[in-house]
């Protein structure tokens, strides 16, 4: 089975590649000595200094910003970006509960850092009510956005005869587009006439990964169907052709398919299988896309004095 081209074409069209790593998030070893380094970068939050405070009196106002920093290579499309405020209760008033990017967020480039944006869920927040004593307040925020993950490499094709060689790990560091989400341990194999490709999917970023359409704000409220999309990510995978691969549908009930687009569990060997004909070899581009949202978290503790 063909993979469908114009699908493919414009998943790639929203990854940005060319991007050079910067600060790793993860290593993991390969071949001998050599270590391949994963570039786990995507989207960063931080409160801003002072915003909110570490302390305040009763009675005075202040301001719940967020800074938001796209270090990752995708851009996020204005909107695709969605951000929980809790842990608040009926303790503050003034305060908004969700925001989300209003701008788009470039992807990290060597030439150009990543988009970022200043998000305000309050500009004069206050506590509902006064105290006799310091009340402890600890608020979380919740991020959940679009992301998209890109391997190129290349594979040999044939049996070999010094054009190119089956054996090791075909992947290196730079091969994986700077996500959370990345390919790792590609490898090849022949046995009698069929050539195989295994590689697995693995979540290197910390934070939870769920499929490209789950629903954010249902994540938000613990829904059990949106539950049921966490762990796994939509694929896409362009080789040689005559390679179909053990993927699973990208809607439940998830059934294993022999195809190049679906969907596939983070954790899992994907392995992809083509019938040889003639002892010939070659190298062949390899393209994989995974598109999912992904989900992090930050806490941040302040104390409210009695006025």
Do not use: W
């Amino acid at each position: 089975m063909k993979i469908k081209n114009s699908n493919f074409s414009l998943f790639i069209a929203l990854i940005s590649i060319g991007v050079l790593l910067f600060g790793i998030g993860a290593t993991t070893p390969s071949c001998g000595n050599v270590k391949v380094q994963f570039d786990t970068s995507a989207l960063a939050m931080n409160f801003v200094d002072n915003a909110p405070p570490v302390q305040i009196n009763y009675g005075l106002n202040f301001p719940i910003y967020l800074q938001i920093q796209n270090n990752g290579g995708y851009a996020i499309p204005a909107g695709a970006a969605n951000f929980y405020l809790s842990g608040i209760g009926e303790n503050l008033i003034g305060v908004q509960s969700k925001l989300v990017n209003t701008n788009t967020l470039a992807e990290k480039t060597s030439y150009q850092l990543g988009g970022s944006e200043i998000l305000q869920f309050a500009t004069q927040a206050t506590a509902a009510q006064q105290l006799s004593r310091n009340f402890n307040l600890t608020m979380k925020v919740d991020e959940c956005y679009s992301y998209a993950t890109l391997t190129q490499t290349d594979i040999c094709v044939g049996k070999g005869s010094g054009i190119c060689t089956l054996s090791g790990d075909k992947i290196s560091t730079g091969k994986n587009s700077a996500a959370p989400v990345q390919i790792s341990n590609l490898t090849e194999d022949i046995t009698g006439n069929k050539l195989h490709l295994f590689f697995k999917v693995s979540n290197l970023g910390g934070g939870e990964v769920y499929l490209s359409d789950a629903d954010c704000d249902k994540l938000q409220q613990l829904d059990l169907n949106e539950q049921l999309k966490k762990d796994r990510v939509n694929i896409a995978i362009r080789t040689d052709p005559g390679f179909t691969c053990n993927i699973q549908t990208a809607e439940s009930p998830y059934s294993t398919v022999q195809t190049l687009e679906g969907s596939t569990q983070i954790g899992y060997n994907v392995v992809c299988e083509k019938i040889l004909e003639g002892t010939d070899s070659h190298s062949a581009p390899t393209e994989i896309a995974i598109s999912y949202k992904y989900r992090t978290s930050l806490t941040k503790s302040m104390t409210i004095l009695p006025a």
